[in-house]
């Protein structure tokens, strides 16, 4: 999936005024009430990503709640491999 189409499925825009991002990485700016593991589930479907997010926005401060209007930098990530079709018992 290219990036263009990531942010396409996931209905995410550039920011006017906001500095260009690479390829290889989305923007999202922060709504009212949004945590990091939101962002991550948002932008990854998976909570658990929330590490990735903030290891790429250092200058944000880590809080319960981010503040609203806040410019993040999400880069792009192999999906998970899809589990193996076989099983213990098959050939």
Not at 35 to 45: E, Q
Request: aromatic share 8%; hydrophobic share 50%.
């Amino acid at each position: 999936m290219t990036p263009a189409e990531f942010a396409a499925a996931y209905n995410l825009t550039a920011v006017a005024g906001a500095p260009p991002v690479a390829p290889s990485a989305v923007q999202y700016v922060t709504g009212a009430a949004d945590r990091w593991d939101i962002v991550a589930w948002r932008i990854y479907g998976d909570p658990t990503q929330v590490s990735t997010v903030i290891m790429n926005n250092p200058t944000v401060a880590i809080s319960p709640v981010l503040p609203q209007g806040i410019l993040l930098f999400c880069p792009l990530i192999a999906p998970p491999a899809p589990p193996a079709a076989s099983t213990p018992w098959s050939p």
